[in-house]
């Protein structure tokens, strides 16, 4: 049976022209969409086979507080999608709108999974070389502070996704840090190093520094919200900013522009490594259900694959999958504990 | 008269011939020299003029644990250097070795300035663009924690260094966040940002992302040693990365390779702009005294830059310029001070 993705047409940032593109190339690849969001501006959804327009009247914007938002506006395009997976109408959330009233709104309405304190964004980088493999990092931005015990637990998350969705097969993890010794970091790092060494079910390789983030090592980078997500885009900006500079160099003279254009068409491959929005967005692990926040500009084809990873995760059974490492593993009766006294 | 620095001739990454090179080239600057390490190993530094060899037998590496290592060893080399400039034999301490060891040997023989909490190690980001101006980072990596009067602190540190000694008129302040909105972030984040926007003397814009650390606007970033130094490698790194890429690209058939050749002139001023050899070293600010850490890889060049960085903080009365400031502002008397109850 197909897959049945709820989406938030509402807050694109590159507008409904973006999420009705997003639409067609979704629903052509036979996945089921139900479309929250002005019925006059994304009336052409409507017509799509497989698709239906569900109007919404309400909107949560950037600069609404997320929670009070999604509180006090239950028919808010996001809120509405969120619910509609919750009571078994779709499979999974996602949403091109802002990051806050997404996560949130999935959190109310699908809910932790047993045993786990804190969901995690993940995302897989958009870097270049690695032959094709992914790379997993989160935190990236859903919580701003992590314990020790919740960076064990991402662990785990970006584990089970990474070898259900990703199909790397056992994956390998490694821990953000200032230097690669045990000793190295923060103290919640540091306690995380030494629980993370003994983790069952997990393949942990210890501390990797900013500089080695992208190498050939760890398919899983493991990180507080604040960090992951400055890093996320410190690695956006410096590539954006270093290809800038190849081009600006390939103007700086006749004979450097014709070995721009020549050298064109190699670098058009590793402009596409470099684009967010090859990477199909940001998923909430951690939930009983499937939700992924649109990654980088946004536009047709950012939201079109963050639909393709959401029905990915579904078709894989992304979140059962989950549960049962979480189990394997002790997590949910308790092993996983915090130590120390809150 | 000349400004003479204590240089640490141990645990270069390069090795000893680097520190000779180096030494050599600031000798040549007319920048008098007092290098501490293995009398037969560096023996060629004895015979340039303006340079003197102080033989040391001991030495500290990056498996020792550095406050142990340098309070048990006042031999070893970066120790008998940083006693060098406490007792006014030399004007500055600059090392290529192990960066904790070094802060420590500068933080116990310098002492920190009045009303300074936390001392923070600077440094100028290598980045393209900019047309020259240059980025101040800070702190990337004396601390792994930072409170939010710290890196209020910073922000004073960083501002009177980026006048004094890289020559920024009026330097304008951004804090790293994960937004814009002075919402965005950790608790001690939304603290400082409240803080800055009253600070007197400070040009404060607001928070800035990771993705627009290296545009336009700001001319110190200020975040903690955790996330600055995981910053810093992640740009390296990506830099590092996306010129691989753009390498290989061009060994990927004989056009692409004929548009490598030519190109090559132009991207060699990119490469320069990306090696963290040309920024000179971090410097550890907050003290009574120049301390200075080399960074990258530390070869010659990297060394040298490093010395000159030294010796120019010296000459520009970088120490006396931010006592003033902090003067200034009045956090020397107390209303800096830590509004929590710790």
Chains 1, 2 share one sequence.
Do not use: C, W
């Not at 999935?106 to 690695?130: D, K």
């Not at 990703?166 to 230097?179: H, I, M, N, T």
């Not at 030494?194 to 900013?210: K, T």
């Not at 670098?267 to 199909?280: C, H, N, V």
Request: proline share 4%.
């Amino acid at each position: 049976m197909a897959v049945t993705v709820a989406l938030d047409g509402r807050g694109a940032e590159r507008g409904p022209q973006a999420v009705i593109a997003a639409a067609r190339a979704a629903a052509a690849d036979g996945i089921g969409l139900r479309v929250f969001g002005d019925g006059e501006v994304l009336a052409e959804i409507g017509d799509l086979e497989g698709a239906e327009l569900v109007p919404t009247e309400e909107e949560i914007t950037n600069s609404d507080e997320p929670v009070a938002a999604v509180r006090s506006r239950p028919e808010a395009s996001v809120v509405r999608a969120a619910s509609d997976v919750a009571e078994g109408r779709s499979d999974a959330l996602v949403s091109a709108g802002p990051t806050g009233a997404t996560m949130t709104a999935a959190l109310f309405a699908l809910r932790r999974m047993q045993g786990v304190r804190r969901p995690a964004l993940a995302l897989q980088l958009p870097v270049p070389g690695r032959a094709g493999r992914p790379l997993l990092l989160l935190d990236v931005g859903a919580n701003t502070e992590a314990r020790a015990v919740d960076l064990v637990q991402f662990a785990y998350l970006g584990s089970a996704f990474s070898a259900a969705v990703l199909g790397v097969e056992d994956p390998r993890v490694a821990l953000l840090s200032v230097g690669e010794e045990q000793s190295k970091g923060s103290a919640e790092v540091v306690e995380a190093n030494s629980r993370l060494a003994d983790a069952p079910g997990i393949e942990f390789l210890g501390n990797v520094e900013g500089r080695d983030l992208m190498g050939e090592t760890a398919d899983i980078v493991v990180t507080d919200g604040f960090t992951g997500n400055v890093v996320l885009k410190t690695i956006e900006g410096t590539a954006k900013a270093v290809a800038d500079a190849v081009r600006e160099a390939a103007r700086s003279g006749a004979r450097a522009a014709v070995g721009g254009t020549l050298l064109r068409p190699a670098l058009g491959a590793l402009r596409r490594q470099l684009d967010p929005d090859t990477t199909g967005g940001a998923i909430l692990l951690g939930l009983r259900g499937v939700a992924v926040v649109g990654h980088g500009s946004s536009g047709a084809e950012g939201i079109a694959n963050a639909v393709r990873l959401a029905a990915r995760a579904v078709e894989e059974r992304a979140v059962d999958r989950t549960a049962e490492l979480l189990e394997d593993s002790g997590m949910t009766r308790g092993v996983m504990r915090d130590r120390k006294v809150s």
